[in-house]
Structure formats: structure tokens, C-alpha cells
């Protein structure tokens, strides 16, 4: 398994111009806020019944979810699993207060694609392509380069 430092080092190979690092700082929290929500605007189903209270923010897809992404998180670094539960945490919450006044599949969709569209587009002004194009589990650095570097 990778070290997160030779994750960073080889997702920064395609990140280095300055337009393209602005718009990631932008578009890979935005993406994976909207995953959360997309996840959260999920039937909840049996996850329903696993807690014996109502609480909205744990009862959902997106919970359940995040739990392996941040097994992920916590095998790299345990202080990036903390900083990235820190993120997850504020996505959960931030979704719940948008479910209370809009559609969240609708927002969360609509923030997912203007955010992806954001992104090939600095890919295209870097002139190399997304870093999950060569390993899907860039999909998951992203964000934990932005924190880190938020962070730094």
C-alpha cells in the first residue's frame, strides 16, 4: 500500500498549474460534498432501524458510506483520517440543513456536475488528464490533497 506522501506526490504530477490547483480547491470539496448529499437523499431503508432514536444525521447512506471511505483515510494517516472526519462531519451537516429547506438530490446534483464540469476544464488548462483516470482511488486523494494542503 502507498504512503499518503507518495499519493500526494504522484497526484500533484498533474496539478500544478495555478488555475487548475484554484479550481480543485473549489470543485473536489464541492464534488464530495454532493456525493454526501446524493448518498443522504438516499431511502434510507433498514438503516432506519439500526439506532434506536431518530437521528438523520447517522440514519442514511451517506453515513454508512463514509465509515469505509474513512477505514481509507485512517489506514494513510490517522491525522488525515481525523481531518477528513472533520470534513465529513461538516458535509453531513451542511446537507441535513439543505434538506431542510431545498431538494437535496436536486442540489446535490446540480453542485456535482457544475463541479465536475469545473474540473475537466482546469484538467484542460493543466493539459493532463484527471489522476483517477490512471487509479480510481484518486478519487479519494483529492480531497484529502486539499485538506492536507488547507491544512499545511
Known amino acids: 500500500m502507498r504512503s499518503l506522501d507518495q499519493w500526494f506526490s504522484e497526484y500533484a504530477v498533474s496539478h500544478q498549474n495555478k488555475t487548475n ?6 470543485c473536489v470539496p464541492a464534488i464530495f460534498f454532493s456525493i454526501v448529499g446524493l448518498l443522504m437523499s438516499m431511502p434510507a431503508g433498514f438503516l432506519k432501524g439500526l439506532i434506536p ?3 438523520p444525521l447517522i440514519e442514511n447512506w451517506a453515513s454508512f458510506f463514509l465509515i469505509f471511505v474513512l477505514v481509507f483515510y485512517f489506514r494513510l494517516s490517522v491525522s488525515m483520517g481525523l481531518k477528513m472526519l472533520l470534513f465529513a462531519v461538516l458535509c453531513l451537516v451542511g446537507n441535513y440543513f439543505i434538506s431542510l429547506v431545498f431538494p437535496l438530490w436536486l442540489v446535490s ?3 456535482f456536475v457544475i463541479a465536475w464540469i469545473g474540473q475537466f476544464y482546469g484538467h484542460k488548462i493543466e493539459g493532463k488528464k484527471p489522476s483517477f483516470l490512471k487509479d ?3 478519487l479519494l486523494i483529492g480531497p484529502a490533497w486539499i485538506v492536507h494542503k488547507i491544512f499545511k
Open 53 to 55: 432514536r431518530d437521528l
Open 109 to 111: 446534483l446540480l453542485i
Open 136 to 138: 480510481i482511488q484518486f
Open 21 to 26: 490547483q484554484a479550481i480543485h480547491y473549489i
